[in-house]
Structures are given as structure tokens and as C-alpha cells.
């Protein structure tokens, strides 16, 4: 039922078809920034290639994190013919590249898509929430789980996003739209929880594109 209700409030916003959900699109930014100090953030690089770092300003206080920082958990069969730049220590994999990120205008949480590795045409990717602390002078790193077939064995364990086109928030509930090279694309949906990381609802089919088994809701 809670899925549901979110779809229809994405429908009736308008967001399911261009999945421009950056904002919190029921929150006033003007208002809440008055509440919660919201940051400038950009990347080092316009060009996706290069994006190693995300810049966070806040006033005086800039925070440079770099994708590499960003370390997850794969629980995914990663064919053996794939090379990584770096090697995972202790099975956690870091960060190459940044995709998109989105702020919760009411906590000051940041989602961030992260490249994990790449290929054959098929990319491994995570979303992490970054939660601030003390005004932005730190800040707790948590990372989003989607589940697949299997249990989490810990809270640093993921199966990966595909190809991360949007990420947003709809009253706190984050939303990551990803898919693949064929045209398959979803949107998977994460409420408020005890945690920042938020917990799994579900997710929904946007497009089909070439139908592949490994293409569905868990």
C-alpha cells in the first residue's frame, strides 16, 4: 500500500516520466533553510569521465569527498574477466565516479550515485547517503541497500544499482531510477527508517528496453 501511494504521488507530480526529482518537491527550499543549512554542491569535473570528487560548501566549510572514499560491499557475480582500477580490500569495493546526487531539504541528507566498476557494457554502481554532522564540518557515510535473492551479511553489503540516471526525494523517501546499455530502466523506492540509509519498499518497472531475466524486482 505504501509503494502505491508513492507511485501515485510521482504521477501526480509529474515525475514518473522525466525523473527530474532533484528536490524535495513537497518542501519549500527557502523555508528549510532556515532550519537546515542546505550546501552548494558541485564536482570536480563536469565531464562524467572525470568526476572524482564532490564539493560541498556550506559558508566557510568546504568538504571535498572523493568518489574513492566511498566503499561498499558487492554481493553481485562480478564476471572474473573484469578488471577494476583498484583492488577491494576486504571485499569492499571503493568508488570511481560520480553519477547523480540529490539533498533532502528536510533532514540536509545527500544521496549520491557512485560507479563501482564497469563492464562488458554493464556498470556496478551504489548510492550512499552522506549525513552531516556539526555543520557540515563532518560527516557519516551510509550506504543504501537494494536486496536481491540473499540476506545482508552487514550494513556495508549492497547488490548494485545498474546505470544510475536520477536520484531525488519525495518527503524524505529516496528514489534511484537505473538501468541498463539495452533500454531497461527502474525506479527503486527507500522510506525514512531508523538509519539515514532508509529502508527498502520496492521498486517499478519504467521501461522494458531488450527484456533480460536479471531484470526485475527483487
Not at 508513492?6 to 514518473?16: D, E, F, Q, Y
Not at 545498474?162 to 525506479?187: A, C, E, K, Y
Request: proline residues 6%; negative net charge.
Amino acid at each position: 500500500m505504501k509503494i502505491k501511494l508513492l507511485l501515485a504521488t510521482l504521477l501526480s507530480l509529474g515525475l514518473m516520466s522525466g525523473c527530474n526529482f532533484i528536490k524535495d518537491s513537497n518542501t519549500s527550499a527557502e523555508s528549510i533553510k532556515k532550519v537546515v543549512p542546505i550546501p552548494d554542491i558541485s564536482y570536480n569535473d563536469a565531464d562524467f569521465s572525470n568526476r572524482t570528487e564532490l564539493i560541498i560548501q556550506n559558508g566557510k566549510t568546504t568538504q571535498r569527498i572523493k568518489a574513492s572514499s566511498l566503499k561498499i560491499r558487492l554481493m553481485d557475480s562480478i564476471p572474473s574477466f573484469c578488471s577494476s582500477d583498484s583492488q577491494p580490500t576486504e571485499n569492499l569495493f571503493p568508488g570511481r565516479l560520480f553519477f547523480d546526487y540529490a539533498i533532502d531539504l528536510k533532514t540536509g541528507d545527500i544521496a549520491v550515485g557512485v560507479l563501482i566498476n564497469e563492464c562488458a557494457d554493464v556498470q556496478y554502481s551504489a548510492v550512499f547517503i552522506l549525513k552531516p554532522q556539526d555543520s557540515w564540518r563532518d560527516y557519516e557515510i551510509y550506504p543504501v541497500q537494494l536486496p536481491k535473492e540473499n540476506t545482508f551479511p552487514d550494513k556495508f553489503s549492497s547488490y548494485s544499482f545498474g546505470s544510475i540516471w536520477h536520484i531525488g526525494f519525495v518527503s524524505s523517501n529516496l528514489i534511484v531510477q537505473h538501468g541498463d546499455m539495452s533500454g531497461f530502466t527502474r525506479i527503486d523506492l527507500f522510506a525514512p527508517s531508523e538509519t539515514p540509509a532508509r529502508e527498502y519498499l520496492g521498486c517499478t518497472v519504467t521501461s522494458w528496453g531488450e527484456v533480460q531475466e536479471s531484470n526485475t524486482c527483487p
